[in-house]
């Protein structure tokens, strides 16, 4: 998603009907899901032509604009290929152009100015600033099982006492640093914070391909990902400064099949784990239930839900049947193309390059590695064999994974003494993130300022307090 925001950074248009005090150089700033961006725009009306100009990027090309209309200082234009669209006002007093742009959904305010702009700061008031009460060290080892380099950062506990715990944090989908920046928001920083305070160790590590890491985050698989929970595991074991401290894995979103897949392989080391907004059905079943969730509390209609649904039901049947890229690729093809001529109107750009992006875009998520072992993934079969204290939390208004039928699942798959070690909650109000949510669809985590509710922290320091 950040990916795709970015995109708008590079796009315009205008035309006819020229009023010259529109023309020259203008100049915005503007924040959408929590990014900072600035825009430049060069008008010459005269030549009915605009252009933008991305001002971070030292010399971004002009990039020229179409579909305008500008009459009676109303200004409208869009970017077909990128499906942005802009519609406005020229204000010879205070001589600014305002208006709304649109893009996939999204729709943010513009007020485009003479003078030179500064990027937005973005307000994240649980991010941790120095000076801190706690040591911190950064160390690297080697996954011994492909030779990857695991980068991250121990955050000791302040007033340390002989044996405290120590927790490995893993990651959710998407590429993320170490820690966990999503839309600026730094969850895993402000965990790794709260718990020292509370007198409980933290290691996070950079996924791979971001921060320090070298590896490639395209190439890895979920077996990959598990795999440097391992590797973390081990590294800790094997230093005699923490013999004697138990170790616990903690897992947000996607990290949660990432340390049930390592918890089975050091059953030993691993004395308890925290699951934030985890699966506990299968990955298929996840992905189909969010397809459906999702467009519902974007404000879509029970009509394109259901639509959407239908397309990665049949995505995810295809693309467990064959396991041949490129046969799997032809078959999605057909699919997805037939998929996009059946999309409710207004909702699919159904040109011949909007069906292609759709057809494409939508085959690579899954027609991969990563994505047949996602799929394929039943939490199930590694909940049922617990046998540690758990704690897993869910946001009820999380429209990533359902929190009723994934914690009845965790419930519904743990023997009667995994549930009397465990504790299974939705907590009121929160999102996939764990934020204390407004609209509580996709698109405002980045609005919200808050990073992660304090219920998620009240939930977790008296649990692993108390192991």
């Keep these: ?99 709304m742009m649109t893009q996939s959904g999204l729709e943010w305010k513009v007020v485009f100015g003479r003078n030179v702009v500064q990027k937005a700061v973005v307000s994240r008031p649980q991010t941790p600033h120095a000076p801190f009460p706690y040591k911190t060290e950064d160390v690297e080892f080697v996954n011994k099982s492909d030779g990857t380099t695991v980068f991250g950062t121990f955050t000791f506990p302040i007033n340390p006492a002989v044996d405290y715990p120590i927790v490995i944090f893993a990651s959710g989908s998407g590429p993320q640093d170490r820690n966990c920046n999503i839309f600026e928001h730094q969850s895993f920083w402000v965990l790794a914070d709260m718990l020292a305070r509370q007198g409980i160790a933290s290691f996070r590590f950079d996924d791979r391909g971001t921060g320090k890491s070298k590896a490639s985050y395209a190439a890895a698989d979920l077996n990959d990902f598990a795999s440097d929970v391992v590797a973390s595991i081990d590294y800790i074991s094997n230093q005699s400064s923490f013999k004697g401290h138990s170790i616990g894995l903690m897992g947000h979103s996607e990290g949660g099949m990432h340390i049930l897949l390592a918890q089975n392989q050091r059953k030993k080391q691993v004395k308890f784990m925290v699951f934030l907004a985890s699966i506990g059905l299968s990955g298929k079943e996840t992905l189909i239930q969010q397809q459906y969730e999702i467009p519902l509390k974007n404000g879509m209609d029970e009509t394109y839900a259901q639509w959407n649904k239908a397309v990665f039901e049949g995505l995810t049947e295809r693309v467990i049947a064959e396991k041949d890229q490129a046969k799997c690729a032809a078959n999605l093809q057909t699919f997805l193309h037939d998929m996009a001529m059946k999309a409710p109107v207004g909702t699919l750009d159904t040109s011949a390059t909007g069906i292609e992006a759709f057809v494409k875009t939508t085959a690579d998520l899954m027609n991969n590695d990563w994505g047949r072992q996602f799929l394929t993934f039943n939490a199930g079969d590694y909940l049922k064999k617990l046998n540690l204290p758990v704690l897993a939390v869910f946001g009820s208004e999380d429209a990533q994974v359902n929190p009723i039928s994934n914690s009845e699942a965790f419930k519904r798959m743990f023997t009667e003494k995994q549930l009397a070690q465990s504790q299974i909650e939705i907590l009121p109000g929160l999102n996939h993130l764990l934020q204390t949510c407004k609209k509580c669809d996709i698109m405002e985590y980045g609005d919200l300022t808050e990073t992660m509710s304090p219920l998620v922290f009240s939930k977790l320091v008296p649990f692993i307090h108390h192991l």
């Design 1 to 99: 998603m950040k990916n795709f925001i970015g995109g708008i950074c590079l796009f315009f248009a205008f035309s006819s009907l020229a009023q010259t005090s529109v023309n020259g150089l203008w100049h915005s700033s503007f924040v959408i899901m929590g990014q900072p961006f600035l825009m430049d725009l060069e008008v010459a009306m005269d030549k009915n032509e605009v252009f933008l100009i991305n001002p971070e990027l030292s010399g971004s090309p002009k990039l020229p604009c179409s579909d305008v209309v500008y009459n009676n200082q109303e200004l409208s234009f869009g970017l077909t290929q990128a499906g942005l669209k802009f519609k406005g006002t020229y204000f010879e007093k205070g001589d600014s152009l305002v208006g």
